[in-house]
């Protein structure tokens, strides 16, 4: 069965880290470029972060540069998502998903991350 | 990085049909063929109904279509059912990043 799960949400204070994971299962996840994406509470969906199928590439959305850095661990099968410098903006459902043809092929169920004193 | 505009709601009666547009600029839906929509029921996961402007992938039915025409896409459902009330939304490839729009909620009448 092709999926993605993520774990590693939770509470944290702002300026704190987390950090997400997302394991892969079902399809070559070497071959495959993986995002993150989040929703905040009631909001629409917004593109956090895109990474290679290699890991050479690495693109951002503009609020998050210099404070979350995507990673993935190919043997793992295994993208993460390394949160710092939290603000109470960055609290939202984060999805992780494969990239299919310049699209978001396959989503997880997300994980909740919410920043708040 | 500004999000795409889709129309906050729209809405059709059983067997209707409904467009719902999608403009952007020529950095991303007019610069390329690699836009596509996605349909979230309340407390879901999105999943994709449109790629690549006009393909859709196995098992979404051929009610839901794609195009495109200059910096504005559209997706219209056809003959519409209940299941199809949702959030959808559309997304473009912008040089290496990719961009929403804001959504659109689907009523059913």
Not at chain 1, 59 to 79: A, E, L, M, P
Not at chain 1, 84 to 93: A, F, Q
Not at chain 2, 9 to 16: D, E, H, I, V
Not at chain 2, 27 to 45: I, R, T
């Amino acid at each position: 069965q092709v999926q993605v799960v993520e774990s590693g949400g939770g509470v944290v204070q702002p300026g704190r880290s987390l950090r997400l994971s997302c394991v892969a299962s079902g399809f070559t996840f070497s071959s495959s470029a993986m995002h993150w994406v989040r929703q905040a509470p009631g909001k629409g969906l917004e593109w956090v972060t895109l990474i290679s199928s290699d890991g050479s590439n690495k693109y951002y959305i503009d609020s998050v540069k210099g404070r979350f850095t995507i990673s993935r661990d190919n043997s793992k099968n295994t993208q993460y998502l390394q949160m710092n410098s939290l603000r109470p903006e960055d609290t939202g459902v984060y999805y992780c998903a494969r990239d299919w043809w310049w699209a978001f092929g396959i989503w997880g169920q997300g994980t909740m991350v919410t920043v708040s004193s | 990085q500004s999000a795409l505009t889709q129309p906050p709601s729209a809405s059709g009666s059983p067997g209707q049909s409904v467009t719902i547009s999608c403009t952007g600029t020529s950095s991303d839906v007019g610069g390329y063929n690699y836009v596509s929509w996605y349909q979230q029921h309340p407390g879901k996961a999105p999943k994709l109904m449109i790629y690549e402007v006009s393909k859709r992938p196995s098992g979404v039915p051929d009610r839901f279509s794609g195009s495109k025409s200059g910096n504005t896409a559209s997706l219209t459902v056809s003959g519409l059912q209940a299941e199809d009330e949702a959030d959808y939304y559309c997304s473009s490839y912008a040089g290496g990043n990719r961009v929403f729009g804001g959504g659109t909620k689907l009523t059913v009448l």
